[in-house]
């Protein structure tokens, strides 16, 4: 799993629903985010009876502008992943070359899971206080990724001690915002470097806002990891549809993320191999006017402009009120024999 801080950013596309229970499409969506530059792909592991009850009192109606006007188990319904698909979903992601992984919910989503051989699990943030799921999956000894969205900092230490205890093999935190679209003045992305200290993990961003802003401002803080929710079109009517992106914007964060990556270099302050052919253009001090020997230097005479033939700036002042120890053309760079032997530098 390339979750490490050193490594590059591990950029997840999340298909969440928007397979539309169209097992042709889930597989289709696969491929493009392969074609997109996604380092993996992720779903969802649960049913309707995993997650809550067929209920329709006012505890269970969903008050949501997209979402709203049904009950939770109603949702799922619509929105939860065949688990007979899973097989045929890692067999597909594997013959892409992108890593396939899954949200846990439950302890029999990881049992499924763990019988296909993913590398890591994954925890909601909704799931976050479930303690009991966090052992579960902790115990498999493999890394746990966990969204932290509505979670204040108790809950969070409560999660990775818990993890950390049972056997996780690494924790990855990920920034998160728990709305739906969610609004970049709620993002508050640099919690993400004070939560790598305070945890000393690596931390990533579960982006839900609606363009990339959020995910390439991330990676600049040091996110290891992005996750955005991918969809072949918004146009079609899923459930995760309208706050996802689709495969051109997909493309373009990938592409974006990795120029971020490259921008962020290392701490260097030399000059490149490219800045060096344009050293000629600093400046330097030339004859803004003709010199006669003898005539002394000043601000009428000399100057500093581009390019960097002559004497550094710098030393302006040193041969300001001095002699010129020959004639001197005006467009010629000054040079230390320009100037009477007993007022060169040093002397």
């Known amino acids: 799993m390339v979750l490490n801080k050193e490594k590059k950013c591990f950029i997840a596309a999340e298909i969440s629903s928007n397979h539309g229970q169209d097992l042709k499409r889930a597989v289709a ?3 493009k985010a392969k074609e997109c530059g996604a380092d ?9 009876d995993t997650l809550t009850i067929d209920a329709d009192t006012k505890y269970f ?5 997209e979402w709203g006007g049904q009950t939770l188990y109603e949702l799922y319904v619509k929105a939860y992943t065949p688990w007979n698909w899973f097989p045929k979903l890692k067999k597909a992601a594997d013959r892409a070359g992108v890593v396939f992984f899954s949200t846990v919910y439950d302890k029999s989503s990881v049992d499924l899971l763990e019988d296909l051989g993913v590398s890591f699990h994954k925890i909601s943030s909704f799931e976050l206080i479930d303690l009991p799921l966090i052992e579960y ?3 498999t000894r493999k890394p746990l990724v966990l969204s932290t969205g509505m979670a204040n900092l108790k809950e969070i230490k409560a999660a990775v001690a818990i993890a950390r205890k049972c056997g996780a093999r690494k924790v990855t935190l990920l920034k998160c915002v728990s709305s739906y679209p969610a609004d970049p003045a709620d993002m508050n992305l640099k919690t993400i470097p004070d939560m790598a200290r305070r945890f000393d993990v690596p931390v990533g961003i579960s982006d839900h806002t609606l363009d990339m802003s959020a995910s390439l401002a991330a990676v600049a803080l040091g996110a290891c990891m992005v996750e955005k929710h991918f969809t072949l079109s918004r146009e079609f009517n899923a459930p995760d549809s309208f706050f996802s992106i689709e495969p051109n914007e997909l493309k373009d964060l990938v592409r974006n993320v990795r120029n971020v990556e490259k921008a962020l270099g290392t701490v260097k302050y030399k000059v490149t191999d490219k800045e060096r052919a344009n050293l000629v253009f600093r400046r330097s001090l030339f004859a803004t006017e003709s010199i006669k020997k003898g005539e002394m230097f000043s601000q009428k005479n000399i100057g500093s402009i581009r390019p960097s033939y002559g004497i550094e700036p710098k030393y302006l002042k040193k041969i300001l009120m001095k002699r010129a120890s020959r004639p001197i053309k005006k467009g010629m760079p000054l040079k230390w024999d320009m100037v009477e032997q007993n007022h060169r530098r040093g002397l």
């Open 29 to 31: 969506m696969i491929k």
């Open 137 to 139: 999956a902790a115990k």
């Open 61 to 65: 109606k969903i008050k949501h502008p």
């Open 40 to 48: 993996a792909v992720k779903f969802q592991t649960y049913t309707p």
